[in-house]
């Protein structure tokens, strides 16, 4: 049994509303709409509930599990496991790393659109409508021809993502104590920001036939492997797994705490907000559609044209208000990955670190935000959204899933399921049964094989990802073994518990 840590949540409800945090960000509100218009209606939604109860809530489970079993964050629980398991516990650290360093450059766009919003800068009316795809590629990105092509940072959005990385170190700096208190607020001002969104979206023309269109389902599109490959990945993602921070979450659970209860709960809250934002999204989608007497298929949904494409179009056509309901949209856009960015800088990153080297977690904390800041400058070039998207498709995908793939054959087969099991069952109301076993030892696996497989290596070793050239492209599989060379890294370095590095309440 490892020392238990002293770092702790102060309240149960504090991991269950950051947990809700970390797994409710900017893919709820964009990409989680998207899948569903992209994957067949509500079709992909009865898909999406399946692979949540089949693999998305023992996933969660394991992750939390094993954090609160080995009281450290995802390094530390492999090497608990052997220290021959370690660098799997590091992989998703710099998955993690990749993906927070981006993440708040999105962020950074949202703040821009908050002040944009106020006047409308991109107009009002059809004319308004019909120029936000340039405003958003020309002005606000000043997009270059390619990723050959950097250009210079925009510096309004480098000030932008300071003022992101400050209020993130505020808030995480001190821990979990106060990540959270802050969780709760965080969550409970961002849904009511999403339900003021849904409001005005439900009452305006045209909602109602983008509602019909996001609730009608194909059940033929059910047979359709695509589906299933969609709908697999958006578990992973949607849930903040992979991303090495659940397992810091859950070793911040007190030795009585139900872990079983928490993580469903955690997992159904955030499908229930997709869920929800789907009717705010798709309900505004139909007023589009109505007011530019377009079909749906002609609507910028894909990527983050949903979000800083389609929804600039709806303000401008909106009767009135339109610079406070953007405004609120945006903010809400901000407001809602807060949350998840604090948990991969911390959870994913500085705990880790912490946790291996025995590092002041203030100062790590600190380092951690400049150094993910500096790197981000790279994303506010004129050549920074390819950049984003070829990153992003290494970290959010590949590393993400091919570390689940290990972390799950090393805790189904390395530390055992059924260890993890009973540890569960001590102190959760309800008891897993021996299918979670081989849920975690084979299916879990299984299911994260076939995505990767079919939706990664199959396509991108066929053609250049992204229609990029072949050495952008290239640099996916670069950076992927980049990253599981650095894994091994830390294996080689003597543990901090060992090194006079101050008192355990210094370090925390």
């Known amino acids: 049994m490892e020392e238990a840590r002293t770092e702790r949540w102060i309240r149960p409800r504090h991991f269950i509303f950051a947990a809700l945090g970390s797994a409710i960000g900017l893919g709820n509100v964009w990409r989680f709409p998207y899948m569903v218009y992209d994957y067949g209606a509500a079709a992909f939604l009865i898909?999406?509930?399946?692979?949540?109860?089949?693999?998305?809530?023992?996933?969660?489970?394991?992750?939390?599990?094993?954090?609160?079993?080995?009281?450290?964050g995802a390094p530390g629980v492999f090497a608990g496991i052997g220290k021959k398991w370690e660098w799997v516990g590091w992989w998703p650290v710099c998955g993690a790393f990749l993906i927070v360093s981006y993440y708040?450059?999105?962020?950074?766009?949202?703040?821009?659109?908050?002040?944009?919003?106020?006047?409308?800068?991109?107009?009002?009316?059809?004319?308004?409508?019909?120029?936000?795809?340039?405003?958003?590629?020309?002005?606000?990105?000043?997009?270059?021809?390619?990723?050959?092509?950097?250009?210079?940072?925009?510096?309004?959005?480098?000030?932008?993502?300071?003022?992101?990385?400050a209020v993130i170190f505020l808030v995480m700096h001190k821990g979990a104590p106060i990540i959270g208190r802050v969780s709760q607020y965080v969550m409970i001002i961002s849904w009511i920001l999403l339900v003021i969104i849904f409001i005005r979206g439900v009452t305006l023309a045209g909602a109602a036939d983008g509602l019909n269109w996001y609730l009608d389902p194909n059940f033929a599109d059910l047979l359709n492997i695509k589906l299933w490959f969609g709908a697999a990945s958006q578990i992973a993602f949607t849930l903040s797994l992979g991303m090495?921070?659940?397992?810091?979450?859950?070793?911040?659970?007190?030795?009585?705490?139900?872990?079983?209860?928490?993580?469903?709960?955690?997992?159904?809250?955030?499908?229930?907000?997709?869920?929800?934002?789907?009717?705010?999204?798709?309900?505004?989608?139909?007023?589009?559609?109505?007011?530019?007497?377009?079909?749906?298929?002609?609507?910028?949904?894909?990527?983050?044209?949903?979000?800083?494409v389609a929804y600039p179009s709806v303000l401008s056509l909106l009767p009135a208000a339109q610079g406070f309901f953007g405004a609120i949209f945006f903010f809400?856009?901000?407001?809602?990955?807060?949350?998840?960015?604090?948990?991969?800088?911390?959870?994913?990153?500085?705990?880790?670190?912490?946790?291996?080297?025995?590092?002041?977690r203030v100062k790590t904390s600190l380092v951690v935000c400049i150094v993910l800041f500096l790197i981000g400058i790279l994303y506010t070039t004129q050549g920074g959204l390819y950049w984003l998207d070829i990153v992003d498709r290494t970290a959010c995908f590949y590393v993400l899933l091919l570390s689940g793939v290990l972390a799950a054959i090393a805790v189904g087969w390395g530390f055992g399921a059924d260890n993890l099991r009973q540890h569960i069952n001590e102190t959760s109301d309800f008891s897993l049964g021996t299918w979670f076993n081989w849920v975690i030892k084979l299916v879990l696996p299984i299911v994260l094989l076939f995505v990767v497989i079919y939706g990664g290596f199959v396509k991108d070793l066929s053609e250049p990802y992204g229609g990029y050239p072949v050495w952008a492209a290239s640099m996916i599989f670069v950076l992927l073994v980049v990253t599981l060379g650095v894994s091994f890294l830390p294996q080689l370095v003597k543990s901090g518990s060992s090194m006079d590095s101050g008192t355990s309440e210094e370090r925390r």
Do not use: C, H
């Not at 708040?104 to 991109?122: E, H, N, Q, R």
């Not at 948990?343 to 080297?357: E, I, M, Q, S």
């Open 47 to 72: 898909a999406y509930i399946i692979l949540l109860f089949l693999i998305g809530i023992p996933w969660i489970l394991m992750e939390v599990g094993m954090g609160r079993r080995m009281q450290r």
């Open 244 to 308: 090495a921070g659940m397992y810091a979450y859950g070793s911040f659970i007190a030795r009585k705490g139900d872990v079983t209860n928490s993580a469903t709960t955690v997992s159904l809250g955030n499908a229930a907000t997709s869920f929800f934002a789907g009717y705010a999204v798709f309900s505004t989608v139909g007023y589009l559609t109505y007011a530019m007497a377009v079909p749906v298929e002609e609507v910028s949904l894909s990527g983050l044209g949903l979000a800083f």
């Open 104 to 165: 708040t450059v999105i962020m950074s766009w949202a703040l821009y659109y908050v002040g944009s919003s106020s006047v409308m800068a991109w107009g009002v009316g059809e004319s308004g409508a019909k120029a936000t795809e340039g405003f958003f590629f020309n002005q606000v990105l000043s997009i270059s021809s390619g990723p050959g092509v950097l250009g210079s940072p925009t510096g309004l959005m480098v000030l932008l993502l300071a003022i992101t990385w």
């Open 332 to 360: 809400m856009f901000w407001f809602i990955g807060l949350s998840s960015a604090y948990f991969l800088a911390y959870g994913g990153v500085v705990t880790p670190l912490a946790d291996k080297f025995g590092w002041n």
